[in-house]
């Protein structure tokens, strides 16, 4: 990942991403990872992405930190309707150019990607915000 690829990716995100969140885009120390943090929008993304896939105590305790790190292997369990097809954009963008060709054998990974994708809603520290 460099900075050229993340501008490409960032061109990408502005068309798939809402103009009314708001969102930054990084790379990582390493330069092996795309970093996009959402920081706010109307809806509470949250809340949705805990409330699909989790028991009660641990989505009470999500949503009283106020951030989750997005799963980029099975966020599209956590969404639906609009906010689908949102994630599916964004995680199109954030995979753009990339390719994943990892060899798993038990807990063994080979690590064999083009980059890795992060994405956060909220960050430690900073609890994502509803706005209205």
Aim: proline residues 2%; hydrophobic residues 35%; without cysteine.
């Amino acid at each position: 990942m460099n900075q050229e690829k993340k501008s490409e990716i960032n061109k990408l995100l502005k068309l798939a991403i809402p103009k009314d969140w708001k969102w930054s885009l990084a790379v990582d120390d390493h330069h092996s990872t795309i970093v996009l943090n959402i920081y706010s929008a109307p809806v509470d993304l949250v809340t949705e992405y805990v409330s699909k896939k989790y028991e009660e105590d641990t989505k009470q305790d999500l949503m009283r930190a106020g951030y989750v790190n997005v799963n980029p292997y099975s966020w599209y369990e956590h969404f639906d309707g609009e906010l689908l097809k949102t994630f599916e954009k964004i995680f199109s963008a954030l995979n753009l150019n990339n390719y994943d060709r990892n060899y798993l054998q038990g807990d063994y990974s080979d690590g064999d990607v083009g980059h890795y994708v992060d994405v956060n809603i909220g960050k430690f520290g900073k609890r994502f915000e509803v706005t209205k």
